[in-house]
T-cell receptor, first 111, second 112 residues
Framework: GENVEQHPSTLSVQEGDSAVIKCTYSDSASNYFPWYKQELGKGPQLIIDIRSNVGEKKDQRIAVTLNKTAKHFSLHITETQPEDSAVYFC??????????FGTGTRLTIIP | DAGITQSPRHKVTETGTPVTLRCHQTENHRYMYWYRQDPGHGLRLIHYSYGVKDTDKGEVSDGYSVSRSKTEDFLLTLESATSSQTSVYFCAIKTDDYNEQFFGPGTRLTVL
């Protein structure tokens, strides 16, 4: 089955700087890669996703890049703000199959 | 929150007692999921459903059962709770077109 590794487990960045979280996956047939943000006491919230027919996707300050050859994908947050502090999860799956999640990255934005 | 509610939101119970958690959705999605979340493990799939009375096991299904008698409700039952089942439980639905999953607010379960 699929195995997803996520790094780093914790990340602290100064407000205004960029943050990058990386994930690798094992199943070369995986073609759907979502990212979730989880705030304290809440359920994970889907913030962006990418499918294997594209290499990069942006949504305002958030972008995700995908390298299918190397089997890794990354979340990039630019101009970080205090409200970006949360735990972020990556995941991977084949089309219409179950998601496999990474173990999460706790991002702290330092004012 | 994609119209997903979970009940109860918090529960404390004793070892050996049965516990049922409920997930309710308002949008008639076919797929529903139960996950548990534990430090260092991320989100792990317990069971999922792909329609009324159609369910299957996930990676950590031992000690859990599920039922889905209506499209909108997916129940997770711990027949005899153990301390290792202390966790936060999340329900999720999957949209029919893009494989996007949306999560409920979670239930924090403590087994003493």
């Amino acid at each position: 089955g699929e195995n997803v590794e996520q790094h780093p487990s914790t990340l602290s960045v100064q407000e205004g700087d960029s943050a990058v979280i990386k994930c690798t996956y094992s199943d070369s047939a995986s073609n759907y890669f979502p990212w979730y943000k989880q705030e304290l006491g809440k359920g994970p919230q889907l913030i962006i996703d990418i499918r294997s027919n594209v290499g990069e996707k942006k949504d305002q300050r958030i972008a995700v890049t995908l390298n299918k050859t190397a089997k890794h994908f990354s979340l990039h947050i630019t101009e970080t703000q205090p409200e970006d502090s949360a735990v972020y999860f990556c995941a991977a799956s084949r089309r219409n199959e179950k998601l496999t999640f990474g173990t999460g990255t706790r991002l702290t934005i330092i004012p | 929150d994609a119209g997903i509610t979970q009940s109860p939101r918090h529960k404390v119970t004793e070892t050996g007692t049965p516990v049922t958690l409920r997930c309710h959705q308002t949008e008639n999605h076919r797929y529903m999921y139960w996950y548990r979340q534990d430090p260092g493990h991320g989100l792990r799939l317990i069971h999922y459903s792909y329609g009324v009375k159609d369910t299957d096991k996930g990676e950590v299904s031992d000690g859990y059962s599920v039922s889905r008698s209506k499209t909108e409700d997916f129940l997770l039952t711990l027949e005899s709770a153990t301390s290792s089942q202390t966790s936060v439980y999340f329900c999720a639905i999957k949209t029919d077109d893009y494989n996007e999953q949306f999560f409920g607010p979670g239930t924090r379960l403590t087994v003493l």
